[in-house]
């Protein structure tokens, strides 16, 4: 049996409300907490970065199994780290004393939880001499955020933290079902952060030019392009991972998806059938990237809401843009 056993969550003490938000983005607060789905989010300081709050959310997990016993650390989180053209999966093997472990990462920016999963059960199927996988997560995406910038809008939401999720051999937590993926790069051009990059490299101009900030392209043609497709692909990856899993949409105990805005998340709930008091919103958290869904699967554990044979889908969606959902079997009573 592969499932996720432990998860831990690390959050930054300072606390940004949808009235902070508000006055910062020039929006009316009631606009924050009713269409954007958002009371309140973290940000860090310049003290902590993505690396930091992977290893703060790994740390708990790490007082209930041996360090030494880790096989594989995989970081999933935001691709904007510590510094560029970095491996910070190296730093957080150190840092936690993870001896025995190797690491690598992937990223897909906000879809990368469901994803990861997939990888590290594909691992432990493929390879009997892996038997503990420890998925890392760090998120400092708040800092991209121009709130002066309008075409950036529907990105207010971002905030930061840090996520992590062990996933083992023998789990008599959970089990890893199917999983299901869909890209349209189409999107690709659409989000990007311009200055940086080797297309735009760091100068006085960029700077001067506020391109170090995620930026839109032209968010009229995206919400064009997207509006009429992405629920639908949301919708795709669910019914395809459940399917996968032997199991239908009326099986759905709990859906675990990233924080968006809230018409979406209550447009998904109607197409899969499902009441808002069988998922997890994280209106008090925002989004962090890739981290949502491991999350929301952590504040599930804490408010006890998983019992023995719930499924649990994981869904999530990043830009250019790919969405992915994997199903959980809750084996708890």
């Known amino acids: 049996m592969i499932g996720?056993?432990?998860?831990?969550?690390?959050?930054?003490?300072?606390?940004?409300?949808?009235?902070?938000?508000?006055?910062?983005?020039?929006?009316?607060?009631?606009?924050?907490?009713?269409?954007?789905?958002?009371?309140?989010?973290?940000?860090?300081d310049n003290r902590i970065h993505a690396s930091d709050m992977a290893i703060e959310?790994?740390?708990?997990?790490?007082?209930?199994?041996?360090?030494?016993?880790?096989?594989?650390?995989?970081?999933?989180?935001?691709?904007?780290?510590?510094?560029m053209v970095w491996t910070c999966g190296t730093k957080i093997v150190h840092e936690l004393g993870l001896k025995n472990a190797y690491a690598f990462e992937i990223m897909n920016v906000s879809s990368c939880f469901p994803i990861a999963l997939k990888v590290a059960k594909d691992m432990l199927v493929s390879?009997?001499?892996?038997?503990?996988?420890?998925?890392?997560?760090?998120?400092?995406e708040a800092e991209l955020v121009d709130y002066q910038n309008v075409r950036s809008r529907f990105m207010f939401?971002?905030?930061?933290?840090?996520a992590a999720a062990l996933v083992q051999r023998g789990s008599a937590r959970s089990r890893v079902l199917g999983s299901s993926i869909l890209t349209d790069g189409?999107?690709?051009?659409?989000?990007?952060?311009?200055g940086g990059g080797s297309k735009h490299?760091?100068?006085?101009?960029?700077?001067?030019?506020?391109?170090?900030?995620?930026?839109?392209?032209?968010?009229?043609?995206?919400?064009?392009?997207?509006?009429?497709?992405s629920v639908n692909h949301f919708v795709h990856v669910v019914q395809h991972a459940l399917e996968k899993s032997g199991h239908s949409v009326r099986d759905i105990n709990w859906l675990i998806p990233l924080h968006t805005?809230?018409?979406?998340?209550?447009?998904?709930?109607?197409?899969?059938?499902?009441?808002?008091?069988?998922?997890?919103?994280?209106?008090?958290?925002?989004h962090l990237s890739a981290l949502d869904p491991c999350i929301g699967l952590h504040v599930g554990q804490e408010r006890r809401l998983f019992r023995k044979g719930d499924k649990i889908v994981t869904v999530s969606a990043g830009t250019g843009y790919t969405w992915a959902a994997t199903v959980l079997e809750w084996l708890e009573s």
Do not use: W
């Not at 420890?134 to 998120?139: F, I, P, R, S």
């Not at 939401?157 to 840090?162: E, I, P, S």
């Open 4 to 44: 996720i056993t432990e998860t831990g969550v690390y959050f930054p003490p300072r606390i940004e409300t949808a009235k902070e938000i508000a006055a910062r983005a020039e929006i009316p607060e009631e606009v924050i907490v009713e269409k954007f789905g958002l009371v309140q989010k973290h940000i860090s």
């Open 57 to 83: 959310a790994a740390r708990s997990i790490l007082e209930k199994i041996d360090p030494l016993s880790i096989d594989v650390l995989i970081y999933f989180g935001s691709s904007y780290k510590d510094y």
């Open 127 to 140: 390879d009997p001499t892996i038997h503990n996988i420890l998925l890392v997560g760090g998120c400092k």
């Open 157 to 162: 939401n971002f905030a930061d933290g840090g």
């Open 186 to 194: 189409s999107f690709h051009d659409d989000v990007r952060v311009v």
């Open 201 to 229: 490299p760091a100068s006085l101009e960029s700077v001067q030019q506020r391109l170090h900030y995620l930026d839109v392209k032209d968010p009229k043609d995206m919400k064009k392009r997207l509006d009429p497709v």
């Open 261 to 286: 805005k809230r018409s979406m998340f209550l447009e998904l709930l109607s197409r899969l059938e499902l009441n808002e008091d069988r998922a997890i919103y994280l209106d008090h958290y925002g």
